[in-house]
């Protein structure tokens, strides 16, 4: 509850006055059975009028300025609790977008999805409910059985009696619940990362005809969300009955009890109605803190899950100059015998019950050096790291062993923002997002049109968007859908080269091009961008044959580096693949 408490002191003065309005609220409607009863009792015999009329304007008056009061402290809770969630889904989201790759991996997005959605609305209701009912449910508890002690203590007792009986139940059933819902909130996890999961491929379900797979795979991760569901909601719904209980146990005994007292003359009817009254107050009291508990419940296990998000470690700080180390190599990029293995599983997935999965070493020794200007094409089997290099050099992991360079400076020197703005990309899952063609080829940054339309000329993706009434301002719909897989990646290329990046890479960026456009881009990009160091991952030869050097990577070592020429020579794999896509033709377009 710190974390959360955190993101409230800056509103002490906003929380103060809505404490205070609905302290006030509360002791007025305290105070109506009082007046109440002393109307029955002492003004009603009296048979005065005027004194009927005073005190019970007095009442109405009350009840008014009460009414008042607990609406506007609610309308200020109902503020806070929208400030604080706002910014806790600020924060999550900041932390969440510079999460390093191996924290990613133990989060899961799926996880990150539901953090920022179901859990940041469990910390919206908690607070709300505390404003709501955090001063007004212990007051009507506590202040209720004080003034029943004024009034007749044998009745007070019996409320003495059952009122820590209903709040002992409550505290107890509520401690009960907090760790079924942090398991409630973890098979949501489930449940989301699935639902995504089949909603980003449903074509390829559809066209495996796999729907019925799938609606199974769905159907036992929601029927196990659905149990945890029912255990946590069997639990939390046991307050509101036991309380029942033992308030109707207390009124039947208050009732018997006072009626016995009346008809001997030691209490007055008057004392009887207010006693019955405080008795739905203590109820209502109850049952606020039955409320704080349920929405505690399940806040605390929502805090401890977005604070493990926000207060991830920062594991990609640059390294002082003083420790860096020195390139043995000269080069504008050097890997000097870099290998890297994913964590089999983190300390950080044990913790959060999320299985980071057992994986090998993923790239072993890799070096290579590429000069200002130089290109280097990167080839092999899926899964053999080609993107694994891409993610290291960009930093998203640390190496395991060995060093990068860039520009002479170990990779880790650089600040992030620094280091990436260096990068034009594409990556293999790349993005086009619902906007017009201008912004998602711009992305936020400084391009003129001017330059934006070069580069959307250099990409080959000028023609298909003047074909386009509106051309840049076409707009694309969620995932680019409204575009082919090729006029994605021409886009998406168009958004690498926009900033004229000093390293440009391209992971399988041409994959749905035809091969006389892959070759134009190419083309373009020697011609226009002579400057920037180029990286291309591809599967089609055709697309890095004319690179400076080529890497033929198998299970994440370099099986071959050199020209086209080279590898054709010295490299038997290579060569294997090369006349196999000379066979199928695909060597056509090579520029």
């Not at 799926?110 to 505390?130: E, G, W």
């Not at 001997?264 to 704080?292: C, D, E, H, Q, S």
Request: charged share 20%; net charge neutral; hydrophobic share 45%.
């Amino acid at each position: 509850m710190k974390f959360i408490f955190s993101y409230l002191k800056k509103y002490k003065s906003l929380i103060a006055v809505t404490l205070l309005l609905k302290l006030f609220g509360t002791l007025g409607e305290l105070s109506l059975p009082y007046i109440l009863e002393y109307l029955i009792d002492e003004i009603a015999p009296t048979k005065s009028l005027r004194l009927a009329l005073l005190w019970g304007g007095l009442m109405a008056v009350l009840a008014l300025l009460t009414r008042l009061f607990n609406v506007n402290a609610n309308r200020r809770g109902s503020s806070l609790a929208q400030k604080a969630t706002y910014e806790i889904r600020r924060d999550l989201f900041y932390h969440s977008i510079h999460l390093s790759g191996g924290q990613m991996d133990a989060f899961g997005l799926p996880s990150i999805t539901s953090r920022m959605t179901s859990d940041s609305y469990n910390i919206q209701n908690f607070i709300r409910a505390m404003m709501a009912v955090g001063v007004r449910a212990p007051i009507l508890l506590l202040g209720s059985m004080a003034v029943t002690m004024t009034m007749d203590r044998g009745l007070a007792a019996i409320l003495c009696i059952i009122a820590p009986m209903v709040v002992a139940s409550v505290v107890f059933i509520s401690v009960k619940g907090i760790p079924l819902y942090d398991r409630v909130q973890r098979l949501l996890d489930k449940v989301v990362r699935i639902m995504r999961e089949n909603i980003t491929g449903i074509w390829v379900v559809k066209a495996l005809s796999k729907e019925p797979y799938e609606t199974e795979r769905f159907g036992q991760a929601n029927q196990a969300l659905t149990r945890a569901e029912r255990s946590a909601s069997i639990v939390m719904s046991l307050p509101g009955p036991v309380m029942n209980l033992f308030l109707n146990t207390g009124l039947t005994l208050v009732v018997f009890v006072g009626a016995y007292r009346v008809n001997g003359g030691l209490t007055k009817p008057g004392v009887i109605l207010a006693f019955l009254t405080y008795f739905n107050l203590i109820l209502n009291g109850a049952m606020g803190l039955n409320r704080i508990f349920m929405t505690l419940s399940k806040a605390n296990a929502s805090a401890d899950r977005i604070e493990a998000v926000i207060r991830a470690p920062d594991e990609l700080q640059p390294i002082p100059e003083t420790e860096a180390a020195v390139p043995s190599t000269e080069g504008h990029i050097v890997f000097d015998h870099v290998s890297f293995r994913y964590a089999e599983k983190s300390t950080m997935a044990n913790a959060l019950h999320f299985d980071g999965g057992q994986r090998q070493m993923s790239v072993e020794d890799i070096s290579f050096a590429i000069p200002k200007g130089g290109s280097l094409g990167i080839i092999g089997a899926t899964g053999c790291g080609k993107t694994t290099i891409l993610n290291l050099l960009m930093r998203f992991y640390d190496a395991t062993e060995g060093h990068i360079f860039v520009a002479g400076k170990d990779l880790r020197s650089f600040p992030l923002d620094t280091l990436r703005r260096k990068f034009g990309v594409v990556f293999q899952t790349d993005m086009i997002f619902s906007d017009t063609i201008a912004e998602n080829i711009r992305f936020g940054r400084p391009v003129s049109q001017q330059a934006l339309e070069a580069a959307a000329r250099d990409a080959c993706a000028a023609e298909f968007i003047a074909g386009y009434e509106d051309g840049y301002q076409h707009r694309a719909t969620v995932r680019g859908d409204n575009f082919s897989g090729g006029q994605k990646q021409r886009l998406l290329i168009s958004r690498a080269l926009a900033v004229e990046p000093e390293i440009l890479i391209l992971d399988d960026a041409s994959s749905a091009l035809d091969y006389q456009t892959d070759a134009s881009v190419r083309k373009a990009i020697r011609e226009h961008h002579g400057d920037t160091t180029t990286i291309i991952v591809a599967q089609r030869i055709s697309s890095i044959r004319n690179l400076d050097q080529i890497i033929m990577l198998e299970e994440g070592r370099i099986l071959g580096h050199g020209t086209h020429a080279e590898l054709m020579e010295a490299c038997p794999a290579y060569r294997d693949i090369y006349e196999a896509q000379m066979g199928e033709g695909e060597l056509g377009y090579a520029d």
